[in-house]
C-alpha cells in the first residue's frame, strides 16, 4: 500500500461518490475528511443497480466493499431473469398480450441483474469509513481558492483550510460553481431532463398481489412519454417502481420535489393497465424533477475536483449514475495516493480529467438518448418494440464492459509523464501493486 500522503484531503458529499472516493483513499492510506450538509445519510433514491462496470469499480476501490455488497445484494427472482436488465412490456391495458407481446428481454450473458437499497448501501461503505471521518450537519456556503489553499466557509459558521477539496456534492453542488463557473457560467445549473418521475417501494407480497407473474423482476412498462420501470431491492422484500412523465415546459419549480396529489398522479398515468395504477398507493405525492448535465467542459480547477452528480449527474435511464461515479472514485483515489506534494495535484486532476470525463459525460448524453427511446419519442424507432429491444440490447456493452484497470494505468502514465518522475515498472501495472492483494479483484463482464 502506498504511504500516507502529505496532503490534506477533504471531500463535500457523503453520497456514494464521496464516500466511494473516501473508502479507496483509505484504503491507500491517504487520511480523509467528509463534510456532509445533512444530519445523517440519505436513503432518498432507493434502488441502485449496477452493471458489470460499475461492480469492477466496488471491487477495485476496496475488494471488501464487493465482498458485503455481494451479501446484501438482491437479483431478479425468477431464474429466467438472472442475466436480464429489464424486461420491456407495454404500459397498456394486459401489457400488451392482446398484441400477443409476451417478453422484451433485454441484457446479456455476462451480466447478472443486481441492485441494492440505497440505504444498504450506504451502511455498507460506511463501515469502510472510521468514525469520525464524516462530519455531519456540515452545509458548505462557499468554496474558495486562497493561496495554495482551499477554503471551505460553512453555514453553521465554521471554516476549514485544506491542500485540496473534491466536490462530491451532487447535481446541485456548489464546487461545480468553482471548477467551471468562469469558463462555463452557463453550464453551472443542471438542465431539465425534461421527465418528471413518481416513486415508492411496495412490499413485494403487495406487489405480487397486484403484479402477479410480473412482480419480483426488474420490468419496464412503456408507453408514448410515459413509462414505469420496477425491480426488487431488500433482498426481494420489496418493489422499487419509478413512473416517468415526459414534460417539454421549462422546469420552473426549484429543485426540490413538489408535492402532488394522488388523483393528478393518475391523470398522468391514464392508459396504463389499472395494475400499474395500483403501485401509486404506495407512492410519495411528489413530483421528482429529472436533471443533468449534459455539458461539463472541465472537473478540475486549480486545487479542486468535482465527481459523481456533480460532474456529470445523468437520467436514470441506463442505471449508470451512481456507477459512473464509483469509477470516478477508483481514478481519483489511485492517482491521489500517488500525488506526494500539493503542487502534483493539477497533474493528478488533469488525469483524471482526461480519463474520465469523455465516457462520464457519453454516459450523461447515451442515458438521455435511452430515455427518449423508451418512451418512444425516437424518430426513426418510434413505438416499435422490437427495434427498442434491439436497442437496448445494444446500446449497454460499452458501458459494462470498459476496462477501469486499463484506465487506472493510463491515468498513472499520464500522472508521471506530467511531473516528469520516474514511473513505476508499468509491465508489472503500480496500479495493480497497489490494490493489496491485485488477485482478490475480480473480473467481471469483461468477457461476453
Ligand atoms: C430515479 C433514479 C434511479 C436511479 N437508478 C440508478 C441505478 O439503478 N444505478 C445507478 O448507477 N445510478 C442510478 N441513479 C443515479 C444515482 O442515484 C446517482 O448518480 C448517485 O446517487 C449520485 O451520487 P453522488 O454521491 O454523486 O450525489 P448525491 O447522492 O446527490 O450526494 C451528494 C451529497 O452531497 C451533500 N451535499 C450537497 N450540497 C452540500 C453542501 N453544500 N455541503 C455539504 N454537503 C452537501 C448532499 O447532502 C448529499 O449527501 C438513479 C437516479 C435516479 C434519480
Request: charged share 25%.
Amino acid at each position: 500500500m502506498a504511504p500516507a500522503g502529505p496532503l490534506n484531503v477533504a471531500i463535500l458529499g457523503a453520497g456514494i461518490g464521496g464516500l466511494g472516493l473516501a473508502i479507496g483513499l483509505i484504503k491507500r492510506g491517504v487520511p480523509v475528511t467528509i463534510y456532509e450538509a445533512a444530519p445523517e445519510f440519505s436513503s432518498i433514491g432507493a434502488g441502485i443497480g449496477f452493471g458489470p462496470n460499475s461492480l469492477n469499480a466496488i471491487d477495485l476501490i476496496d475488494t471488501r466493499f464487493r465482498a458485503e455488497y455481494e451479501r446484501a445484494k438482491t437479483a431478479n427472482e425468477k431464474p429466467e431473469f438472472e442475466h436480464c436488465v429489464f424486461d420491456a412490456m407495454y404500459a397498456e391495458e394486459g401489457f400488451g398480450e392482446k398484441r400477443g407481446w409476451k417478453q422484451g428481454y433485454i441484457g446479456a450473458p455476462y451480466f447478472t441483474r443486481s441492485s441494492a437499497h440505497r440505504k444498504d448501501l450506504l451502511e455498507i461503505m460506511c463501515s469502510f469509513i472510521p468514525e469520525g471521518t464524516v462530519k455531519f450537519n456540515k452545509r458548505a456556503r462557499s468554496v474558495e481558492e486562497v493561496g495554495n489553499k482551499v477554503v471551505v466557509s460553512f453555514e453553521d459558521g465554521e471554516t476549514v483550510s485544506v491542500d485540496t477539496l473534491i466536490g462530491g456534492d451532487g447535481v446541485k453542488g456548489i464546487t461545480r460553481q468553482l471548477v467551471i463557473g468562469d469558463v462555463a457560467p452557463e453550464l453551472v445549473a443542471p438542465t431539465y431532463g425534461n421527465m418528471y418521475i413518481y416513486r415508492g417501494i411496495i412490499p413485494m407480497d403487495k406487489c405480487k398481489e397486484i403484479l402477479g407473474y410480473h412482480a419480483g423482476d426488474a420490468k419496464w412498462f412503456m408507453a408514448y412519454r410515459k413509462g414505469v420501470a420496477i425491480y426488487p431491492i431488500s433482498q426481494g422484500k420489496e418493489e422499487n417502481f419509478v413512473f416517468f412523465n415526459c414534460d417539454d415546459r421549462p422546469w420552473n419549480e426549484g429543485h426540490s420535489p413538489v408535492p402532488c396529489t394522488k388523483e393528478q398522479m393518475i391523470e398522468d398515468l391514464q392508459g396504463f393497465d389499472h395494475r400499474l395504477l395500483r403501485l401509486l398507493d404506495y407512492a410519495k405525492p411528489l413530483k421528482w424533477p429529472t436533471f443533468h448535465h449534459p455539458k461539463t467542459p472541465t472537473y478540475h480547477k486549480g486545487r479542486v475536483a468535482i465527481i459523481g452528480d456533480c460532474a456529470h449527474a445523468s437520467s436514470p435511464h441506463q442505471a449508470a449514475g451512481a456507477g459512473q461515479g464509483l469509477e470516478d472514485a477508483v481514478i481519483l483515489s489511485h492517482l491521489l495516493a500517488l500525488v506526494k506534494t500539493p503542487e502534483h495535484l493539477g497533474a493528478a486532476f488533469r488525469a483524471y480529467d482526461a480519463i474520465r470525463r469523455p465516457r462520464a459525460q457519453k454516459v450523461v448524453n447515451t442515458s438521455y438518448e435511452a430515455g427518449v427511446i423508451y418512451t418512444w419519442q425516437h424518430p426513426e424507432i418510434g413505438d416499435n418494440m422490437d427495434r427498442i429491444v434491439a436497442n437496448a440490447n445494444q446500446r449497454l456493452h460499452w458501458i459494462w464492459q470498459h476496462d477501469i484497470k486499463g484506465d487506472m494505468v493510463k491515468a498513472e502514465e499520464q500522472f508521471y509523464a506530467a511531473i516528469g518522475g520516474e514511473t513505476a515498472d508499468m509491465t508489472q501495472g503500480l496500479a495493480e501493486k497497489q490494490l493489496s492483494p491485485a488477485s482478490e479483484t475480480r473480473e467481471v463482464g469483461l468477457a461476453a
